[in-house]
């Protein structure tokens, strides 16, 4: 970039375009909600058959292709910014140079050089230093050289110049350095030239936001910073004090921080986790379908001793060594995700309303986690959140014809909503924490309630503080419902933080208990006639018992005895699993703790 084209340069220009992108990204977004939440859900309530059913997936498909217009050109604004804010810097740099010369009298030349007239006190033979013509330096070790030799000049304008010139180099080349970074990044953001949004697609907006992210460093690094480890308060004001222009940047460049961010607005955090969600689920599938086929021989006889017996062939074991845990892993997730997806393809259903996804990551938790809501948290009058216990994960979060733990989070909402039809329920399936994998060792250890009761606190507050930034009316009655060692974590989370700030659960649910690491109901803060406990027959009472015998109550106490001083309610399940049964006495009565209609709830 030469000196004429930087002195003319507009770097608000790109700014302006980056609004642009931004309104078209924002108008992509409402687009998409109208399509899926709109347009989908009439034409799957009003049109049967398979004509309609055909027709739904193709709009459902128009709904992820307006997601992937708003992901892309939430990535080309940022970059846009990114660019302008870097050309600006080099702007400045230079306007500052050119300001400091005209102050001196010095001549800026069309090539970058500075000429500088004769000055200085008169040599022994009468004369003025003479002046000069200086070019400009930016590697550290010349320029050094270069301003001792401007301090060794009595002429005074040598030196003056000689910043000058070093000065307007170093815009030069810092606009030029701009430029070439990011001309071949923003040529890289466009789609390919079909209308399909494929696997690689969205891939390849994961590579872009990384990419965006690494050139933009500088950009990005100017920006107000998310508190570490901050509260969920310190988070809601950080997202608040952003201007539309940096929440943008953020949401673009590391969707995967906002969406993680206890405090923000639920509609917030879901925009950035299905963007993750979308990229992580076709980044694995592509790893997938890179993996080669197992091979078809899997078994084989062979004969050692009197009988012959079954064993894998060496071709499968070699395979099964080099790819077996890894492809199994992939099947995992994508399992987990085709259920998360499923539930947002269901939205409309029987009137089931908007899913909000508040947390999703297949990394660093085990089975992986999954926060979803039925309904939006931050507008709801009741607010329920339900945490699954043993053998959760995210490969299981909607296994079966009643659609696993998410699908209890439904027949929560649905039951809660006939008995409360004018006002808003949101309920809430939590997994946010590494469930046990067995009953024994796992589940006999406190330590994965540890370790997610904290997590659950935190989010509890976030769901608070949320619903106060967006309504800012009273708080909404929440209600916790713990299952088998989901109870545990929640006892744990209810013993979390400072006693002030356990007004964000006014009721605990816990079905199928083994204990909750607390003596009496007293103990978990919302007051023990607000606590409430069921039990099943069966291996319903073996968990319950057998959580007695290992700890997880302490002093060998359970919140389905009468000396724990919670409310014992009345349950129709048959077993360990049936407290959410359609139509159950169990199912009714967690409803009415939810919606705050205790007169309706059955107690032993």
């Known amino acids: 970039m030469d000196l004429a084209t930087l002195k003319a340069l507009k770097p608000a220009e790109y700014s302006e375009a980056a609004d642009g992108y931004r309104s078209t990204a924002k108008m992509a977004s409402e687009v998409k909600d109208r399509v899926e939440n709109q347009i989908a859900v009439a034409m799957k309530n009003s049109l049967k058959g398979k004509a309609a059913t055909a027709a739904n997936k193709q709009v459902r498909l128009l709904g992820q292709n307006f997601h992937y217009i708003q992901a892309q050109c939430g990535l080309i604004s940022t970059a846009l910014e990114a660019f302008s804010y870097e050309l600006e810097a080099a702007k400045k740099k230079l306007d500052l140079a050119l300001e400091n010369a005209k102050a001196a009298n010095l001549t800026v030349n069309t090539d970058g050089s500075v000429t500088y007239p004769a000055g200085g006190e008169k040599s022994e033979d009468g004369k003025t230093p003479a002046g000069g013509k200086v070019s400009g330096l930016t590697d550290g070790t010349a320029s050094a050289v270069g301003r001792q030799a401007a301090n060794f000049d009595p002429n005074p304008n040598h030196r003056l110049a000689q910043d000058c010139a070093d000065l307007i180099a170093g815009a030069l080349k810092a606009a030029t350095e701009a430029d070439e970074k990011w001309a071949p990044k923003l040529r890289a953001l466009k789609a390919d030239d079909d209308l399909t949004v494929s696997d690689a697609d969205w891939a390849d907006t994961s590579s872009d936001t990384k990419g965006v992210s690494e050139a933009g460093k500088k950009y990005l690094d100017s920006l107000p910073q998310p508190p570490k480890d901050g509260t969920p308060q310190e988070n809601a004001e950080w997202w608040k004090k952003l201007s539309a222009e940096e929440q943008a940047a953020w949401m673009s460049t590391d969707p995967k921080a906002v969406g993680e961010l206890n405090g923000l607005p639920s509609a917030v955090r879901d925009e950035a986790n299905r963007i993750v969600f979308s990229e992580t689920r076709a980044k694995l599938q592509m790893e997938l379908d890179s993996i080669p086929k197992a ?3 899997e078994w084989t006889w062979i004969t050692s001793g009197p009988y012959p017996s079954k064993v894998h062939t060496d071709e499968w074991m070699e395979w099964h060594r080099e790819y077996g845990d890894r492809y199994a892993q992939l099947n995992q997730s994508l399992k987990g995700m085709g259920y998360v997806q499923d539930r947002f393809d269901r939205t409309g259903v029987d009137g089931l309303p908007e899913a909000y996804l508040l947390g999703f990551d297949t990394t660093g938790l085990g089975d992986g986690k999954v926060i979803l809501a039925n309904g939006d948290p931050d507008k709801a009058d009741h607010v329920a959140v339900y945490v699954p216990g043993t053998h959760a994960g995210l490969e299981k979060i909607g296994e079966g014809d009643d659609h696993g733990d998410l699908g209890r989070g439904e027949k929560l909402w649905n039951e809660s909503t ?29 330590k994965y309630a540890e370790e997610g009761g904290p997590r659950l606190y935190d989010f509890l507050q976030g769901n608070r503080e949320a619903h106060a930034n967006a309504s800012g009316s009273a708080p909404p009655h929440t209600t916790v419902i713990g299952h088998s060692y989901g109870s545990t974590v929640v006892g744990v989370s209810a013993q979390s933080g400072s006693w002030k700030d356990l007004e964000a659960v006014d009721d605990y649910v816990f079905a199928g208990s083994p204990g909750v690491q607390a003596d009496h109901a007293a103990d978990l803060g919302a007051g023990a006639d607000h606590v409430w406990a069921m039990g099943g027959p069966g291996d319903d009472q073996f968990v319950r018992q057998g959580g007695r015998l290992v700890g997880l109550g302490d002093n060998l106490t359970i919140p389905t005895d009468e000396s724990f001083g919670g409310n014992i309610m009345r349950s129709d399940s048959d077993g360990h699993s049936g407290f959410w049964d359609e139509g159950s006495l169990s199912l009714r009565n967690q409803a009415a703790v939810i919606t705050g209609k205790y007169h309706r709830v059955e107690l032993e």
């Open 418 to 446: 006939k008995l409360s039809p004018n006002q808003n329920i949101s309920t809430i399936t939590w997994l946010d924490y590494n469930a046990p994998d067995s009953i024994v060792p796992q589940a006999s250890s406190g």
């Open 295 to 297: 091979p078809t021989n």
